[in-house]
């Protein structure tokens, strides 16, 4: 895939899947918002930290993908290369780990169950897709160079060195 193409689909793919997720579906679970902010010290705060800097390694990790990869992170238009670079030395899921903590973070914000609840099962959700799909995808995708990466970088806390596979 050329790296134009890469670029536009991951840009796509970023609005259509965690624009939903971590956007769209918190943004209609807090009555658009118009609810109070949270009266807990600190939690506005250190949800609204919690969202920009995740979604600073969300699009961090979005660039990868089309950059290092030269592809996108949509199925249907998969990385031509492992992505390893990056945020992905610390951690392989960090797109999800990403979304859930924009989602966290909108739950300190609101102090919303509703969000709360939508983030656990967004979790689930998300877990059993890399279970499900991804890992083995990947695993038949790219083979003993995937299974290195996966052996040597947790999926979902991120590890404090990076990895140098």
Not at 47 to 71: K, M, Q, T, Y
Not at 91 to 104: D, E, Q
Not at 105 to 124: C, D, E, H, K, R
């Amino acid at each position: 895939m050329r790296t134009f193409s890469a670029i536009a689909g991951s840009a796509l793919f970023l609005v259509a899947a965690p624009g939903v997720v971590a956007g769209l579906i918190p943004w209609l679970l807090s009555d658009h918002y118009r609810i109070p902010l949270s009266t807990v010290p600190g939690f506005v705060p250190l949800g609204s930290i919690l969202v920009v800097a995740a979604a600073g390694v969300l699009l961090h990790a979005f660039a990868r993908f089309a950059l290092e990869g030269l592809g996108t992170p949509a199925p249907v238009a998969p990385t031509e290369k492992l992505v390893v670079g990056g945020v992905y030395r610390h951690v392989r899921n960090p797109m999800y780990v990403a979304v859930l903590s924009i989602i966290l973070g909108q739950v300190l914000i609101f102090s919303s169950w509703a969000v709360l609840v939508y983030g656990l099962i967004a979790a689930a959700a998300m877990i059993s897709f890399v279970k499900v799909y991804e890992e083995p995808t990947l695993a038949r995708r790219y083979g003993t160079e995937y299974e290195t990466y996966r052996r040597a970088v947790p999926g979902w806390l991120p590890r404090l060195t990076p990895w140098r596979g």
